[in-house]
């Protein structure tokens, strides 16, 4: 079974409990998402954790982080002066800018953000995984040079970085857009938030709770309520989409 914890203070007693062992995962898994959950250094403990997070901050320690900001900031420069009108911040920036600079630095130049977002859809072990988040590991095997295989967690380390720092970092950015935004928002009436995973928009929902609005956060976010056949319409009527 799957620990699932959501309350600050459960998360807290976690994290600073050195008896609390990480859910078991198939360490036999052998491709897609159930591969790359056995093999990085989130979803294991003792030895096998020591050294599959020692790979991955090693890889990070290769990384200069000015450099990394200044490639984003380049990149973002690059989108809005080639966008013609508004921008959706969130589809051409939040996910792509970081991806793409964190991606170039562990050696890929290749836009490899949709199959970053179908593998972080899935990754933690809750979650379902699917085929395309199994192909879309596949394809990050591939773009790495990788093989998949129980003793690659070199390739899986790499993976598992864009991974974690996909949807979080476009939730930072989500928050600081909305945290700019607040003002125009009617606390004396529910606010619904909502993403495209629901994952960024539970973030969102609790700050706005913090600051004395009743919101209702869209659960499983629209990725789920494309699926169910329910309606995207744009502001101009048009038929939406998911980015």
Known sequence: MTDLLTDPDAVLAALTDDNYRMPPVDPAAGAGIAWLRAAVARFCDGVPHARRRALATDLLDGIDPDKLR?????RTHTILAEGRGPVDVMAAIARPVPVGVLAAALGVE???????AAVARSYQPHATADAAADAA?????TAFGGSAGPADEST??????LAQACDATAGLIGNAIL???????????????????????ELASLMLQARGFTTHNLERGLEEWHA????????????????
């Open 70 to 74: 200044e490639r984003a900031r380049d």
């Open 179 to 201: 945290a700019g935004s607040i003002d125009s928002l009617d606390p004396s009436r529910t606010t619904v938030v909502v993403c495209r995973s629901g994952n960024r928009s």
């Open 137 to 141: 590991v596949a394809a990050l095997v």
């Open 228 to 243: 169910e056949g329910l309606p995207l319409v744009t502001d101009d009527g048009s038929a939406g989409r998911v980015a």
């Open 156 to 161: 899986a380390a790499r993976i598992g970085l």
């Open 110 to 116: 290749s836009d490899l953000t949709p199959a970053v």
